[in-house]
């Protein structure tokens, strides 16, 4: 079949035989706080399907008009680039319409003013020789939670540039227990796992401190308890939660097949539909398999003449 669609309609939404040019702009919620925020690292997360990645990749688009101006957006592995449908295919309906030329072996994007967008990987053996000589003003993270704290604090010495631009760093997550950025968000979880809908977009800020980040609700209290710390070096942090309601462009469809996933995987992905997903909700390790799920009797023994049999481990 044909998409007869607005060659952005992953991006814009636009129908088939729209008037007048495609328009990306950022949908009210998450999008629109993520668009805004002044924060030099800024998480989205909280549920599947409200826009997170899409976004991520408009904002690289922001200043490509700036000489020497630098975007890398990361993923886990290679194959999640390369992939179809992955970031590589998205990238050529996008970047394409704004005077990039494609570098396909380097997963780069190169614009008129020579700002480049490239797509990268990290290799958890090589990823500090991989990248030691990167300068980035624009550093993304899809899906944060693949990545180790270790892998992000280092990939953040990358965020720099000389373009004139102030580096910043933006990631997109789904909610994940038992990951490092369960921690890095809780200030803005409730303790039942929820975002709190009060502090979304709220900024923290934090020092360094021999790999440590101490942390603090304002600039002045980091300089009162660290009088020496230099006021430039205190970095910025915020938490955007988004729902899969926010999205006017994906059908119910989406929907139907996120509510047809496990209990523990839909609370993570969909959640409640005002608060969106859960942080806290862990599977059943050793309740995977039910008993229920076997029509006939279940036997101690295996019965002779028997021909198929089916076992499995509680542990």
């Not at 993520?34 to 922001?62: N, Q, V």
């Not at 180790?148 to 280092?154: G, I, P």
């Not at 200030?187 to 709190?196: A, C, L, V």
């Not at 970095?235 to 929907?255: A, C, H, K, M, W």
Request: charged share 25%; proline share 6%.
């Amino acid at each position: 079949m044909t998409d007869a669609r607005c060659p952005l309609f992953a991006f814009c939404g636009e129908p088939p035989g729209h008037a007048g040019p495609c328009v990306l702009a950022p949908q009210p919620g998450m999008q629109e706080q993520f668009a805004s925020t002044s924060a030099d690292i800024a998480i989205a997360g909280g549920a599947a399907g409200p826009g997170k990645t899409a976004w991520l990749m408009i904002e690289a688009l922001r200043h490509i008009e700036v000489p020497g101006f630098s975007a890398l957006i990361l993923r886990k592995s290679l194959t999640d680039i390369e992939q179809p449908g992955g970031l590589w295919d998205k990238s050529k309906a996008l970047y394409s319409r704004f005077g990039g030329e494609p570098k396909i072996k380097e997963f780069k994007w190169v614009f008129p003013s020579g700002a480049t967008i490239q797509f990268g990987y990290v290799n958890s053996k090589t990823y500090e020789q991989d990248w030691q000589g990167a300068e980035v003003a624009y550093l993304a993270f899809d899906e944060l939670t693949h990545f180790t704290k270790s892998e992000f604090v280092y990939l953040l010495s990358r965020n720099r540039t000389t373009c004139g631009i102030r580096a910043y760093c933006r990631a997109t997550c789904n909610p994940d227990a038992d990951s490092w950025v369960r921690q890095l968000v809780d200030h803005w979880i409730d303790p039942e796992g929820y975002p709190r809908p009060e502090r979304a977009g709220r900024l923290r800020y934090y020092v360094g401190r021999g790999g440590r980040w101490e942390w603090a609700d304002t600039p002045e209290e980091l300089l009162r308890k660290h009088p020496r710390t230099k006021r430039a070096t205190i970095q910025s942090v915020t938490f955007i939660p988004g729902r899969l309601s926010e999205n006017r462009f994906l059908g119910e469809d989406y929907e139907g097949r996120l509510l047809g996933q496990e209990e523990h995987i839909q609370a993570r992905l969909l959640g409640d539909e005002e608060k969106g997903g859960n942080w806290n909700v862990r599977g059943e390790a050793g309740k995977k398999f039910k008993r229920e799920w076997l029509a006939g009797k279940l036997v101690d023994g295996v019965p002779p003449g028997a021909v198929d049999v089916r076992s499995w481990d509680l542990a």
